[in-house]
C-alpha cells in the first residue's frame, strides 16, 4: 500500500473507501437489494484481505487515470497520434531512483511510479550500432504487441506489469544518477528512439544472483528447493505459451524474486506474440547464446520450443548451481556455437544428478525442437519428482565441479 506520505489523487481516496466497504461487507457474499443492518466488531476484520483489496482498486485506479478512461485531466498532453492506449504510462509521474543494471538492449532502474515502487526497463535497440532502421521498427512493434498482453497477465510467476511508452517524452533521468550495477561507467544518457517498460519491483534480486550468492558459500540449493524454482519458471513458461507469447531470452538474469525467493519471469524486451490462427515461425539470432537453442544459433526458423530448450540450460544450473559452459569459456564465437548445433555440446550432467531431474534436463535441450516436451507437460514432470529426502543434491565427498573460478556466465569471445 502507499504509505502515509505517498501524493495519491483525491478521487483515489474514494477508492480506498469503497475497497475497505467492500472487504467489511464480506466481499461478494451480499444479496443484491437486500438490506441489513449490521454491526462489525474490529477483530473480525481481515485486514490482509483489505490490503489487498485496496491495492487491487487502486492499482486499477492508476490504469484507468493512465488509459485515458477516467480520471478527468489527468491525460491532456496525448500523443499527436491519437488517445493514448491502455497499457501507455505518464512518464511525467515516474521517478527514476538509480541503476540497478546494464544490459545489453537498454538500463534497468528502480523508480517510483504514483508513489509505489517499480523496477524501469528502458530498452535501446539502437544503441549496439549493429540494428537497422527496419529492424528497430520491427522491435518497437513487437514490443506494443507483447505489451498489449502482458498488461491482462495476472499470474504468479509473470512480474506484474505496470504500463510502458514507446517514446521517452517527459522522461527525466537525473543528472549524476547513482549507479548500483555491477556494469560501473556504462551510459546512463537518454537514449534516442527508446522505449521505457515499467514493472513491479521485487526485492530478491534476480536467479543469476541467488545462485552466486550460493556459489561463493560452496552451498547448493537444497533439491526441494531447485525443484520449486523450476515449478515457478515452467508455470509461468506455460502460461506465456497459452497465450501464445514466445520469451525468446529465458536465462537466470531474467528471473526474478521476491521477498519470499517466488520467481517470476521477467524482461519482455525481445518476446514475441504469435497468432494462434495464423501462428508463423520466428527467425534470427535473438537471445543470450549459452541458452539458445541450436535452431536460433543457426539462424533457422523456431517456435516455443526455443524457450523449452533455454528452461533445460536454466534448470541445469540451477541444480548445479554453477555456470553453463565454464570449461568452454574459451571457445570462440565461432567454434562453440558450432559445437552446439553439430557436435551436440551441452553442460555435463553430474552422475549423481536423480535420473528423473537429469530425464528431464535432456529432453529440454534436444537438438530436436519436435522432442523437446511442451512447458505444460514439464509442469506435470516436476510435479511428479520425489522431493521428500530434500536436503543438498551433492553425495557426503563430493564436490562442486573442479576448476574453481568466479561465478559468471559465458560470453563467447568473437571470431
Given at each position: 500500500m502507499a504509505s502515509?506520505?505517498?501524493?495519491?489523487?483525491?478521487?483515489?481516496?474514494?477508492?480506498?473507501?469503497?475497497?475497505?466497504?467492500?472487504?467489511?461487507?464480506?466481499?461478494?457474499?451480499?444479496?443484491?437489494?437486500?438490506?441489513v443492518e449490521r454491526y462489525l466488531r474490529a477483530d473480525q476484520i481481515d485486514f490482509k484481505s483489505l490490503d489487498f483489496e485496496i491495492e487491487e482498486r487502486m492499482a486499477d485506479r492508476?490504469?484507468?487515470?493512465?488509459?485515458?478512461?477516467?480520471?478527468?485531466?489527468?491525460?491532456?498532453?496525448?500523443?499527436?497520434?491519437?488517445?493514448?492506449?491502455?497499457?501507455?504510462?505518464?512518464?511525467?509521474?515516474?521517478e527514476i531512483g538509480h541503476v540497478v543494471e546494464h544490459g545489453d538492449h537498454g538500463t534497468l532502474f528502480r523508480g517510483k511510479y504514483y508513489g509505489h515502487d517499480v523496477a524501469v526497463k528502458l530498452l535501446d535497440w539502437g544503441e549496439d550500432g549493429y540494428s537497422s532502421e527496419a529492424q528497430i521498427a520491427h522491435f518497437r512493434t513487437s514490443l506494443k504487441e507483447v505489451v498489449a498482453v502482458w498488461h491482462e497477465f495476472n499470474h504468479p510467476n509473470i512480474t506484474k506489469f505496470i504500463g510502458a511508452s514507446m517514446g521517452t517524452t517527459n522522461l527525466n533521468i537525473p543528472e549524476n544518477i547513482p549507479d548500483h550495477s555491477s556494469k560501473k561507467g556504462a551510459r546512463t544518457a537518454l537514449p534516442e528512439r527508446a522505449c521505457c517498460v515499467v514493472v513491479e519491483y521485487l526485492t530478491g534480486?534476480?536467479?543469476?544472483?541467488?545462485?552466486?550468492?550460493?556459489?561463493?558459500?560452496?552451498?547448493?540449493?537444497?533439491?526441494?528447493?531447485?525443484?520449486r524454482l523450476a515449478l515457478g519458471l515452467a508455470r509461468g513458461l506455460s502460461f506465456l505459451h497459452s497465450k501464445k507469447i514466445v520469451h525468446r531470452d529465458v536465462k537466470t538474469e531474467n528471473l526474478l524474486l521476491d521477498h519470499q525467493l517466488n520467481l517470476k519471469i521477467a524482461d519482455f524486451g525481445v518476446a514475441r506474440v504469435v497468432e494462434a490462427q495464423d501462428p508463423k515461425d520466428l527467425t534470427g539470432t535473438t537471445g543470450t547464446l549459452a541458452y539458445m537453442a541450436p535452431e536460433v544459433v543457426a539462424g533457422k526458423p523456431y517456435n516455443r520450443k526455443c524457450d523449452v530448450y533455454s528452461f533445460g540450460i536454466c534448470l541445469w544450473e540451477t541444480y548445479c548451481c554453477d555456470m553453463p559452459y565454464r570449461p568452454y569459456a574459451d571457445l570462440s564465437f565461432v567454434d562453440f556455437s558450432s559445437a552446439v548445433i553439430h557436435q551436440n555440446l551441452r553442460p555435463e550432467i553430474p552422475d549423481y544428478c536423480p535420473s528423473a531431474m537429469a530425464?528431464?534436463?535432456?529432453?529440454?535441450?534436444?537438438?530436436?525442437?519436435?522432442?523437446?516436451?511442451?512447458?505444460?507437460?514439464?509442469?506435470?514432470?516436476?510435479?511428479?519428482?520425489?522431493?521428500?529426502?530434500?536436503?543438498?543434491?551433492?553425495?557426503?565427498?563430493?564436490?562442486?565441479?573442479?576448476?574453481?573460478?568466479?561465478?559468471?556466465?559465458?560470453?563467447?569471445r568473437a571470431a
Open positions: 502515509s506520505s505517498t501524493v495519491v489523487p483525491s478521487d483515489l481516496e474514494e477508492e480506498k473507501a469503497a475497497a475497505a466497504a467492500a472487504v467489511m461487507d464480506g466481499g461478494y457474499g451480499g444479496v443484491a437489494g437486500e438490506e492508476f490504469r484507468k487515470l493512465n488509459s485515458g478512461g477516467g480520471g478527468g485531466g489527468e491525460h491532456e498532453h496525448e500523443h499527436d497520434d491519437g488517445p493514448k492506449a491502455a497499457w501507455e504510462i505518464d512518464l511525467s509521474k515516474l534480486g534476480t536467479l543469476k544472483q541467488h545462485l552466486i550468492k550460493q556459489y561463493r558459500k560452496n552451498k547448493k540449493l537444497s533439491y526441494r528447493e531447485v525443484v530425464s528431464i534436463i535432456q529432453r529440454c535441450w534436444d537438438a530436436n525442437p519436435d522432442v523437446r516436451p511442451e512447458m505444460e507437460e514439464v509442469v506435470c514432470l516436476l510435479e511428479a519428482l520425489d522431493t521428500s529426502k530434500g536436503g543438498s543434491m551433492v553425495p557426503e565427498g563430493k564436490t562442486k565441479q573442479p576448476g574453481g573460478g568466479c561465478f559468471c556466465f559465458f560470453r563467447p
